[in-house]
């Protein structure tokens, strides 16, 4: 069994600032990690391979400071490691991303058929969520997003069973294989690496991948095929209310409500008789 787990570095998202003139981002000086929804795919790849001996490849495009990432993944245990960069995949929107990727999974089902591709569910420099099931389209593969718990694997029939979080409570699924799998944050617990994974990740010989290797279109990564636009980026003004102190008669549940819908209606003069209008006409 092959897998395949899509990772992105990101900057931390609890030190980036905006620019107060320009605003953009500001990525100086702030440090970069392995987005951390992928994390938990990675792990559950990871939990895979030590149950039914998959082979675990580690898969990012982006500069070539992302090979910090790939070597950090190496090091919590997966097999291999593949970085897609090239000047020509810059500026790519979450379209062309997951062009680019499909490309080099499936570049790498040449060598070894991909049955399973985890993605995280999103990420946190981008929030689209768009990315994995792009990959799954482009594939063919079936989607199962937003999953909490994988109940079964059956390699002989290539069948999986997850459980997946909606609305309405959780749906068990099942279907075949080959398919792309998102995990949603806090379903497991990541795992430390091992002194012997620590060393081989820093000796790792990382795969470097170009557009051309992988045999991508250039119409259809980077800025070329990106028809989305980013008008603007804001920082959202901060609001000038204060907060108020509402001093109750007494302690008690029934006098703090009182003094709470007192100070409501002192703050809204016309709410009463708007209540009052609409009780009348039975709303």
């Given at each position: 069994?092959?897998?395949?787990?899509?990772?992105?570095?990101?900057?931390?998202?609890?030190?980036?600032?905006?620019?107060?003139?320009?605003?953009?981002?500001?990525?100086?000086?702030?440090?970069?990690?392995?987005?951390?929804?992928?994390?938990?795919?990675?792990?559950?790849?990871?939990?895979?391979?030590?149950?039914?001996?998959?082979?675990?490849?580690?898969?990012?495009?982006?500069?070539?400071?992302?090979?910090?990432?790939?070597?950090?993944?190496?090091?919590?245990?997966?097999?291999?490691?593949?970085?897609?960069?090239?000047?020509?995949?810059?500026?790519?929107?979450?379209?062309?991303?997951?062009?680019?990727?499909?490309?080099?999974?499936?570049?790498?089902?040449?060598?070894?058929?991909?049955?399973?591709?985890?993605?995280?569910?999103?990420?946190?420099?981008?929030?689209?969520?768009?990315?994995?099931?792009?990959?799954?389209?482009?594939?063919?593969?079936?989607?199962?997003?937003?999953?909490?718990?994988?109940?079964?694997?059956?390699?002989?029939?290539?069948?999986?069973?997850?459980?997946?979080?909606?609305?309405?409570?959780?749906?068990?699924?099942?279907?075949?294989?080959?398919?792309?799998?998102?995990?949603?944050?806090?379903?497991?617990?990541?795992?430390?690496g091992k002194m012997d994974d620590l060393f081989r990740a820093a000796r790792y010989d990382l795969k470097?991948?170009?557009?051309?290797?992988?045999?991508?279109?250039?119409?259809?990564?980077?800025?070329k095929g990106s028809p989305t636009v980013v008008s603007k980026v804001f920082v959202p003004k901060p609001?000038?209310?204060?907060?108020?102190?509402?001093?109750?008669?007494?302690?008690?549940?029934d006098a703090m409500a009182a003094a709470a819908i007192d100070a409501i209606f002192a703050a809204q003069?016309?709410?009463?008789?708007?209540?009052?209008?609409?009780?009348?006409?039975?709303?």
């Amino acid at each position: 069994m092959h897998i395949v787990v899509c990772i992105k570095q990101v900057p931390d998202s609890a030190q980036i600032r905006i620019h107060p003139v320009t605003n953009t981002i500001m990525r100086q000086g702030v440090p970069a990690i392995i987005n951390p929804f992928d994390l938990f795919s990675l792990e559950e790849a990871l939990r895979l391979k030590d149950k039914v001996g998959a082979r675990v490849t580690v898969l990012t495009m982006g500069p070539p400071m992302a090979e910090t990432s790939l070597r950090k993944a190496l090091s919590l245990g997966a097999d291999d490691a593949v970085l897609l960069t090239d000047r020509k995949f810059a500026g790519s929107d979450t379209l062309a991303t997951s062009y680019a990727l499909t490309s080099a999974i499936q570049k790498l089902a040449e060598e070894e058929p991909v049955d399973i591709v985890f993605c995280g569910k999103q990420t946190v420099d981008g929030d689209t969520a768009q990315v994995g099931p792009g990959i799954a389209t482009r594939l063919g593969f079936e989607q199962l997003t937003y999953i909490t718990k994988i109940e079964d694997l059956n390699i002989a029939s290539k069948e999986i069973v997850v459980q997946r979080r909606s609305e309405g409570g959780v749906q068990v699924l099942k279907t075949k294989l080959p398919c792309m799998i998102t995990m949603l944050e806090g379903t497991n617990t990541i795992r430390f690496g091992k002194m012997d994974d620590l060393f081989r990740a820093a000796r790792y010989d990382l795969k470097t991948w170009s557009r051309d290797y992988t045999g991508a279109e250039e119409g259809r990564v980077g800025l070329k095929g990106s028809p989305t636009v980013v008008s603007k980026v804001f920082v959202p003004k901060p609001r000038a209310e204060k907060a108020k102190m509402i001093e109750a008669a007494s302690d008690t549940p029934d006098a703090m409500a009182a003094a709470a819908i007192d100070a409501i209606f002192a703050a809204q003069p016309k709410l009463a008789d708007d209540l009052l209008a609409r009780a009348a006409a039975g709303l």
